[in-house]
């Protein structure tokens, strides 16, 4: 029905950028917030940053002022800009969205990507 798929992980050195991207396709009506996530092995998922209409932007304050949230509403794609990476910043990450789909008759499920590992060391 619908589908979430990632890309722009990688390894990159402290200090580097990368652009993560997700775009949703599929039999989908709405879409309301859509987020990025992160998770380290053996530690809970934790919001990144998410974007909403009428709401806006926001951010977990680990990466405030480095990364940047946007997103394509024609093409129901997020993206996250990741700039001076550091070390702890090293998790897997996953983009979310809020979708109604054509037959949920207007109900939101949260739906995820696969998950994009971002590595950053030296």
């Known amino acids: 029905q619908v589908q979430m798929v990632e890309s722009g992980g990688g390894l990159v050195q402290p200090g580097g950028s990368l652009r993560l991207s997700c775009a949703a396709s599929g039999s989908i009506s709405e879409v309301g917030t859509m987020g990025w996530y992160r998770q380290v092995l053996g530690k809970q998922r934790e919001l990144v940053a998410d974007?909403?209409?009428?709401?806006?932007?926001n951010y977990a304050d680990s990466v405030k002022g480095r990364f940047t949230i946007s997103r394509d509403y024609a093409k129901n794609t997020v993206y996250l800009h990741m700039n001076s990476l550091k070390p702890e910043d090293t998790a897997v990450y996953y983009c979310?969205?809020?979708?109604?789909?054509?037959?949920?008759?207007?109900?939101?499920?949260?739906?995820w990507g696969q998950g994009t590992q971002v590595t950053v060391s030296s």
């Open positions: 979310s969205a809020n979708i109604a789909t054509t037959r949920s008759m207007g109900v939101y499920s949260v739906y």
């Open positions: 974007i909403s209409d009428g709401v806006g932007t």
